[in-house]
């Protein structure tokens, strides 16, 4: 190496440090200019993307918010999209159906549903929007009802892919949602307890509620049975067509004493889902060899809110019996809760394909009262609990026009108005009751104020004529 050549690589040193000074400064100064690679600026998009898509995702429900009247179960917006487990479908609701079982839910009176906050619902149809893993036996766009404990009174539900049922061919959405918590039921109860065959005799009680119709058309699949049905006067005509033998109006007659007048040894099958004192009857009512199936409480409810007096009358009077009065009397009593055969799905899928090839074979068919919108949910409950309704109520998921949601409180004012008429007429007719308890006092008071008179009158004749 040159003396000449060690000086120049000296300052070539020199130069390449101080060309790389400047490269190294930036690194503590903010990355402005400096960009990513492309394949995490994709990453990252997609997950800008993905995220608002979750977040945006919203779904209208009924949640019973606590326990009291119709105003208790209120229409809110959920946001965020429900995530599915293995063997979950989500479906997107059409119907639900609505139940006796909601109405006792509302007051506190029903145990199988959770605490408020919470979204009531047993049943509903709908298509099938996604599958969770290891579902085999659904897919995307299948109609399918669905039957569940609770949660269902919603635009959209998970749930496990066995608690769905394909509909049929033919079968609307609000008929679909109409079929399982009545219809299986029903059949469950007939057949599966009480073994009904030719020639028996069978105690409807709610012959014109979802239950009632439901149990008529499956005592009609088998020859010669014959039904006896409570309801009201004005819908005997709908369940005699529908099926029922002798319609009994129990608001007006003792069903006990018109059921011995036409059948004296009493009834095969008796389905009670009144309770308390009404369960007593039953079972007395009973032929030797007869089946009680006991499968609610309806006496329990009265009025929009819990009634302590009614529920601590039915519990007073709530049935109970020795086994060896069941042994000398060779009857026997059977209880029913769908709601408590949630894990029982098999049992439940079997019962749900023999009523599903009786629609098809046009043996069975469910009976819509009416369909509401979510919004109306509160008049769909007081219909019911009224027991103004004939088959079953069917709230829809569709949303309620604009025109009709104006036409809301013009109705409410109305009603109210016919209240307030109702009360002035009931004023005016106590009113006018009491001017004629009024009326025939004086009447009455005018002979006695006459009878003194007259005596007068008589004793001074006498004294004249002694004169």
């Not at 749930?159 to 033919?170: C, K, N």
């Amino acid at each position: 190496m040159s003396g000449e050549d060690a000086p120049a690589q000296q300052q070539n040193a020199v130069d390449q440090k101080q060309e790389t000074k400047p490269a190294e400064e930036p690194k503590a100064e903010p990355p402005k200019t400096e960009s990513p690679p492309a394949a995490a600026t994709a990453d990252a998009a997609a997950t800008t993307e993905k995220v608002p898509e979750e977040e945006t995702f919203t779904y209208r429900a009924l949640v019973l918010t606590g326990y009291g009247g119709y105003d208790k179960v209120k229409l809110q917006v959920k946001k965020g999209k429900p995530a599915l487990k293995a063997g979950e479908v989500l479906v997107r609701v059409k119907a639900c159906g609505l139940n006796f079982a909601d109405l006792m839910a509302r007051q506190g009176l029903y145990d199988r549903l959770p605490s408020p906050p919470v979204t009531p619902g047993m049943e509903c149809s709908g298509v099938v929007e996604a599958v969770g893993e290891e579902v085999t036996d659904r897919k995307v766009g299948d109609k399918v009802m669905v039957l569940n404990r609770f949660g269902l009174w919603q635009e959209v539900a998970v749930v496990p892919a066995s608690h769905t049922f394909l509909i049929p061919e033919g079968m609307s959405f609000e008929e679909a949602a109409a079929l399982p918590v009545n219809y299986i039921t029903a059949y469950m109860m007939l057949f599966d307890f009480g073994n009904l065959r030719p020639n028996q005799s069978v105690l409807i009680h709610a012959a014109a509620g979802g239950v009632g119709i439901a149990a008529t058309q499956l005592c009609k699949t088998v020859k010669d049975v014959t039904v006896f049905g409570t309801a009201s006067a004005s819908k005997h005509e709908t369940i005699t067509e529908g099926g029922v033998t002798h319609p009994i109006d129990y608001r007006t007659k003792d069903y006990v004493e018109e059921v011995r007048k036409i059948s004296p040894k009493g009834m095969d099958i008796i389905l009670d889902p009144l309770g308390g004192s009404d369960t007593h009857k039953a079972y007395n009512l009973l032929k030797p060899m007869g089946k009680l199936i006991t499968y609610g409480a309806a006496n329990m409810l009265a009025g929009q809110k819990k009634n302590l007096l009614a529920v601590a009358k039915n519990w007073y009077h709530q049935f109970s019996i020795h086994t060896l009065s069941l042994i000398q009397g060779n009857k026997s009593v059977c209880g029913f809760h769908l709601g408590y055969l949630d894990g029982e799905m098999e049992l439940i899928t079997e019962a749900m394909n023999t009523i599903l090839d009786l629609y098809k074979a046009g043996k069975v068919k469910p009976r819509i009262d009416s369909t509401w919108h979510l919004e109306q949910v509160g008049d769909a409950m007081r219909k019911m609990q009224e027991r103004n309704n004939i088959g079953k109520m069917i709230l829809t998921t569709e949303p309620m026009p604009e025109e009709e949601k104006k036409e809301e409180p013009k109705k409410e004012e109305k009603k109210d108005d016919k209240k307030k008429d109702d009360k002035k007429k009931d004023d005016k007719k106590k009113d006018d009751a009491k001017k004629e308890e009024k009326k025939d006092d004086k009447k009455k008071e005018e002979p006695k104020k006459e009878e003194p008179k007259k005596e007068e009158e008589k004793k001074e004749e006498a004294k004249k004529e002694e004169k």
